[in-house]
């Protein structure tokens, strides 16, 4: 095998060069997805015709009732590690008695919109790019394209409707079980009476702190239909291609859903 030498004339490595250029592509893809995100919201009108009807209430089924059972798993044992955590640490102090206002709190204002946004980027969102993913590979997307079928219309519009209607639903019953969780746990092994529990949970937690974890449910919505729609139609190299947006649909979402809760508390609880 004949290498060739290096010569005094190859350009020199430039990382800020492709650091500028993953910018730009973060920041395109960022505008794409926001203008696709926005169309899709145009043609929320057409929502009424039987055709969007029908798909919006299949999705809605996906998203909502076959989600169920992960979801409960996952509220259950949040709201129970959370009070086990905080009551073996409050007990030192003789204020375990404090858990049902802690655990109410968290719940609401942090842990029910995250946690379901997770399970929700994480099963929902990866099967929409998956599918996105399919259909752009094999160029049905282009297909409806030239049928004079919108794209956004048929595929994106559902999917954003029931996302953003079903997640703060999902987070308002995350919400209940991880607080019937914490009453459980509080008890069982903290000798906790419901009363106690539910007293103090209900004294200290306010109108607020569930309109602003509804309020991230709805955001966190659109982010995950908004990045799965976009991975999904912008993969390319067949089935590898597929997993790769599949993989980027539950890496970004994420990511997006730790950085938006977070500066949406920091905006209402400054």
């Known amino acids: 095998?004949?290498?060739?030498?290096?010569?005094?004339?190859?350009?020199?490595?430039?990382?800020?060069?492709?650091?500028?250029?993953?910018?730009?592509?973060?920041?395109?893809?960022?505008?794409?997805?926001?203008?696709?995100?926005?169309?899709?919201?145009?043609?929320?009108?057409?929502?009424?015709?039987?055709?969007?009807?029908?798909?919006?209430?299949?999705?809605?089924y996906l998203v909502g009732i076959k989600s169920l059972g992960v979801v409960t798993v996952v509220a259950l044992f949040t709201g129970m590690i959370l009070a086990l955590q905080t009551g073996l640490a409050l007990r030192r102090w003789g204020q375990e008695s404090s858990i049902g206002m802690l655990v109410t709190i968290s719940m609401l204002r942090e842990m029910g919109p995250f946690m379901t946004g997770l399970v929700i980027a994480a099963s929902v969102g990866s099967a929409?790019?998956?599918?996105?993913?399919?259909?752009?590979?094999?160029?049905e997307i282009a297909a409806l394209d030239v049928m004079g079928i919108s794209p956004l219309r048929y595929l994106m519009m559902p999917r954003l409707v029931a996302l953003a209607f079903m997640m703060p639903l999902l987070t308002v019953y995350t919400n209940l079980l991880g607080i019937l969780g914490g009453a459980m746990v509080g008890a069982t092994q903290l000798g906790i009476t419901l009363e106690a529990y539910f007293d103090n949970a209900f004294?200290?937690?306010e109108n607020k702190d569930?309109?602003?974890?509804?309020?991230?449910?709805?955001?966190?919505?659109?982010?995950i239909v908004t990045v799965a729609t976009y991975q999904g139609?912008?993969?390319t190299e067949g089935a590898v291609g597929v997993g790769r947006a599949t993989r980027r649909t539950v890496i970004i979402s994420f990511l997006l859903i730790l950085v938006v809760g977070y500066f949406v508390t920091r905006m209402f609880y400054q």
């Open 1 to 60: 095998m004949i290498t060739r030498e290096p010569q005094i004339f190859d350009p020199p490595p430039q990382p800020f060069a492709a650091m500028g250029r993953a910018v730009i592509q973060t920041c395109q893809g960022t505008g794409r997805g926001l203008m696709m995100l926005l169309g899709a919201a145009a043609q929320v009108p057409f929502l009424f015709s039987r055709r969007n009807r029908d798909d919006v209430m299949r999705q809605l």
């Open 210 to 223: 569930l309109y602003v974890g509804l309020f991230k449910a709805f955001l966190f919505g659109l982010i």
């Open 233 to 235: 139609v912008t993969a």
């Open 128 to 139: 929409i790019a998956a599918q996105m993913g399919t259909m752009a590979v094999s160029e």
């Open 203 to 205: 004294r200290y937690a």
